[in-house]
């Protein structure tokens, strides 16, 4: 299995979402979005940042190491560095995680679609932020200031009514770079190396930072090719595998996101025999060090995705728990090379500081003859033509 062609999931990605939310009134879409982004509750293009040149392709499973080769220097260790607004050296509640999916569901199929790629910090209005790290403002437009840093590294701190100017000195813990709007309870912190933005989370960089969270793997579901729920004890052919899995934050934010999921920063999966030998495992996700580039978004997330308080068909669901579904096998599991009998699949889901959960179900493989596949939908959610 592992000499196979990785292949681009580009079935029924976004026709579940939107078939799952039909029937709700359609409106406006251009200030739904607007209207979110004020909100700060949509990853869209604002904040998003592309880690790959549109000039080079990543397919399937190899996406994970790709980002390690390719943000090899995002590793570098550096001083961890305090919190953006005060207390400095305390713990704050984090809302929104790294990778986390965002989603705003205009149509079968469509909308927009991207990780997210910072770190949301809870914060009441007018709220000062500081830098993390000292550096130079290199742009305080809109809601948002960016510092440049030593490392070739760049911070970002959106939703925020900026009081500094470009090319002023902003000195850590010290110079207020702006006030966090109305409205958006957050700020939005992002750090950047060279090309590759970096998890915030992850020990060595935003500290204090304590997690005894652990994440939930809901439940474990197949699918065919074409999209269609396979029953676990009748698997045959090629099937894809879907994971329901979240973490919750470190510490609850204010209502109304006290109850609001996030993602895990890592999850795998191991295929073994019913007495342990393992057959085939692999990393399905992994936020640990960087993110992929927006159009990989259905290689990690599948159909049914949505954030937290999604807008979906012009309807916002506020206060709405997302729901992160993990596509586990952006190249399909083939149980054609297996012989007929039951296994266990296992999906582990870890948070930044190694807490885990897991769930393992019982397949059974029963080949039959294949009935011809259906053709698979295409996925818009994915385009590679889109711009950056
Ligand atoms: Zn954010």
Redesign the pocket.
């Known amino acids: 299995m592992s000499g196979r062609v990785a292949r681009r999931r580009r079935s029924v990605c976004g026709v579940a979402a939107a078939r799952a939310a039909s029937g709700l009134p359609l409106t406006l879409l251009g200030s739904l979005v607007a209207a979110l982004l004020a909100l700060?509750l949509a990853?869209g293009s604002s904040?998003a940042i592309g880690a790959r040149s549109t000039t080079e392709v990543v397919q399937g499973a190899a996406v994970w190491g790709w980002l390690q080769r390719r943000c090899v220097g995002a590793r570098e260790r550096l001083p961890a560095y305090p919190w953006p607004v005060a207390p400095f050296h305390e713990q704050h509640p984090v809302r929104?995680y790294f990778g986390d999916p965002r989603t705003v569901i205009t149509g079968i199929g469509e909308g927009a679609f991207s990780f997210?790629n910072?770190?949301?910090i809870s914060a009441a209005t007018g709220t000062r932020v500081y830098p993390v790290v000292s550096g130079v403002v290199v742009q305080a437009r809109g809601q948002r200031v960016v510092v440049a840093s030593s490392h070739d590294r760049r911070f970002q701190y959106?939703h925020i009514f900026p009081r500094v100017r470009v090319g002023e000195p902003a000195v850590a813990s010290d110079t207020v770079l702006g006030t966090v709007l109305p409205l958006v309870r957050?700020v939005?912190l992002s750090e950047i190396r060279g090309m590759c933005v970096v998890n915030p989370l992850m020990p060595g960089h935003l500290s204090p930072f304590h997690d005894t969270q652990k994440p939930v793997v809901r439940s474990i579901t197949f699918e065919s090719l074409a999209g269609r729920r396979i029953l676990p004890d009748a698997l045959s052919g090629e099937v894809r595998v879907i994971a329901d899995a979240y973490d919750r934050p470190a510490i609850p934010s204010p209502y109304p996101w006290s109850s609001m999921p996030v993602s895990p920063v890592l999850i795998r999966w191991r295929l073994a025999t019913l007495t342990g030998r393992t057959l085939q495992s692999r990393v399905a996700v992994d936020f640990r060090v960087s993110l992929p580039p927006r159009d990989d978004f259905c290689e990690v997330y599948a159909p049914g995705t949505v954030q937290n308080f999604a807008a979906v068909l012009g309807k916002l669901h506020w206060g709405q728990p997302g729901r992160y579904l993990y596509d586990l096998t952006p190249v399909p599991l083939d149980t054609r090379l297996l012989r007929d009998g039951r296994y266990h699949f296992t999906v582990t889901a870890l948070n930044t500081r190694g807490r885990s959960g897991s769930r393992t179900v019982t397949i059974e493989v029963r080949q039959r003859q294949e009935l011809p596949s259906l053709t698979p939908l295409p996925d818009h959610r994915c385009a590679p033509t889109v711009a950056a």
């Open positions: 700060g990853g904040d929104g997210h910072g770190v949301d959106i957050h939005h």
